[in-house]
Each structure stands twice: as C-alpha cells, then as structure tokens.
C-alpha cells in the first residue's frame, strides 16, 4: 500500500495558463535607468581622462626644466632658441665644459595626445619660459606664453 502523504499529485488545468514576465514599461525603466548610469560613468571618465593628461603635461615640464637646469649648470647659459630639440645634449658653442658628451634628456617628452603639440619653449639664454596647454585650466598668470600649437597656453614654467 502506498503512503498518499509522499504522492505528489499534479493537476494542470488547460483552461488556464499564467505566464510571469516583466511588463514593457518596468523593461523600459530598467534599460533608461542603466542608460543614465552609463553616461554618468562614461562623462567621469572622461574628467579622469583629462586630469591624468594634465598631471603628465605638468611632470613632462618638471623632467625638461630639470633637464634645463643641469644645461646650465654645464654650459653657463640655457638652451637658446624658440623651441626645444628632439634631445638636449651639450653644445661646445655655449661653452668649453658643454660637452657633446654630455646628454641631459634623451628624449624631451611630447604631449600624451599624439596628434596635438601643447607645449612650447622660448629662451634668450639667461632666462627661459616653458609652457603648457592644459585641458582642465585653472587661472594662472601665463603672460608671455603665446600659444601652445593650435590652442593658447595656460600652464607655465620658468627659470627660478
């Protein structure tokens, strides 16, 4: 004899069938809430983006003034002219200490973005400027800067 308490009786009534999904309304509010927090995360990191291209543009400016520095320190006066070379090597024209030997920065950093020249440089040989062109400005005296490419510069550094 068999115990009815562990028979699983199943009846389907054919008349009757629910079906369970989610309502087009609740999927449209589901997709356009995920759609705002996409563009949120996207425009964020965009802003990241930029900030980070700025802190390298500003440590690029810091590695060629030190460069600039020990030219000076070399060869008595800065690197003349309006813009930097590819690499900062001594000249025996500045002086007889300013050996050819002698190679302060190998390759002079160009800006992250590759299609663009933000930085720019000006130097009579006592005094020098170098600037930059940031993406996220702040107010800063940039007088005597000019342009960096095709955008105005508002990041400077000069000779202490």
């Keep these: 004899m068999k ?3 562990f028979t699983l009786i199943r009846t389907v009534r054919k ?3 629910r079906m369970e999904a989610f309502t087009l309304i609740e999927l449209l509010v589901v997709i356009s809430i995920m ?3 996409l563009a ?3 425009f ?3 802003q990241a983006r930029q900030a980070s291209r700025d802190g390298r ?3 690029d400016l810091e590695q060629i003034r030190s460069a600039l520095e020990m030219f000076k320190s070399d060869c008595n006066k800065y690197y003349i002219g309006s813009a930097l070379p590819s690499s900062l090597v001594g000249n025996t024209s500045y002086s007889s200490t300013c050996l050819p030997a002698n190679i302060y920065i190998s390759q002079v950093p160009v ?3 590759p299609s663009t020249n933000r930085y720019s440089y000006s130097s009579d040989g006592t005094t020098y400027v170098l600037c930059a062109a940031l993406e996220q400005a702040s107010s800063m005296d940039v007088s005597g800067c000019g342009s960096c490419g095709d955008t105005a510069c508002n990041y400077k550094v000069k000779n202490p």
Excluded: T, Y
Aim: glycine share 10%.
């Design 3 to 5: 115990n009815k308490r």
């Design 57 to 59: 543009r500003k440590a």
């Design 40 to 42: 949120l995360s996207v």
């Design 111 to 113: 800006d992250p973005l």
């Design 44 to 46: 964020g990191m965009q």
């Design 15 to 17: 008349d009757f069938v």
């Design 35 to 37: 759609g705002i927090l």
